[in-house]
Each structure stands twice: as structure tokens, then as C-alpha cells.
């Protein structure tokens, strides 16, 4: 189970920092995306890390602002949203597999989502 957690109301240029738990699974074992889903519009992905935190990915609309990361001490991967925007808003959702990837039929795991809300 993957628990996804740290969304709520931000305002544009401020920071959040979302979290991807895991439970009755080592999530060392996989690589952990996050995808992001606005109403009305398909899932997108945001960036991705793999088991070792060694290689990292992030979409060309959040590179420079938000970094993914991992504590496989906590079995965590987080999300770190700087400077969000209007358009970031959405529902977020971390999703666990085998590799890397920037495709969510690839994922086997996917938490509940969290929904980030940014205010102009």
C-alpha cells in the first residue's frame, strides 16, 4: 500500500512538500514516480527516482522547481514543490515499479492522491 500525503492550499510561490509512504512494502525495492491529474484532464507525469535516489527525472513543466527525493531509511519518497503555480493544481498521486519510467500503465502501485490547491 502506498499512502500519499502533505497536499492542501498553497499559495503561488510558496513551497509544500508532499510524501509517499509505504506499508507492508519495501519501498527501496522500486522505483517511485509521482503523476499529477488536473480536473477534466488526463494523468501526467511530474518525475521519478529510482531505488537508489541515483536517477532522477522531473517533467520539463516542474524542472527547476520541484524535487523528488527519498529516505528509504523511513521507506518515503517526497516531493518538494517550490514555487508552485496556478497550473500545478491538481490531484497528485505516487505510484511504485520495478523502473523508472514516465508512464503510468507502467506502475504497478499507485496511493490514494492528494489534492494540492494553489491560489494566485
Known amino acids: 500500500q502506498l499512502q500519499a500525503s502533505g497536499g492542501g492550499l498553497v499559495q503561488a510561490g510558496g513551497s509544500l512538500r508532499l510524501s509517499c509512504a509505504a506499508s507492508?512494502?519495501?519501498?527501496?525495492?522500486?522505483?517511485v514516480s509521482w503523476f499529477r491529474q488536473a480536473p477534466g484532464k488526463e494523468r501526467d507525469f511530474v518525475a521519478t527516482?529510482?531505488?537508489?535516489?541515483?536517477?532522477?527525472h522531473a517533467a520539463d513543466s516542474v524542472k527547476g522547481r520541484f524535487t523528488i527525493s527519498r529516505d528509504n531509511a523511513k521507506n518515503t519518497v517526497y516531493l518538494q514543490m517550490n514555487s508552485p503555480k496556478p497550473e500545478d493544481m491538481a490531484v497528485y498521486y505516487c505510484?511504485?515499479?520495478?523502473?523508472?519510467?514516465?508512464?503510468?500503465?507502467?506502475?504497478?502501485?499507485w496511493g490514494q492522491g492528494t489534492l494540492v490547491t494553489v491560489s494566485s
Open positions: 507492508g512494502r519495501t519501498l527501496s525495492s522500486y522505483a
Open positions: 527516482i529510482s531505488q537508489s535516489g541515483g536517477i532522477r
Open positions: 505510484a511504485a515499479a520495478r523502473k523508472t519510467g514516465d508512464t503510468p500503465s507502467a506502475y504497478d502501485y
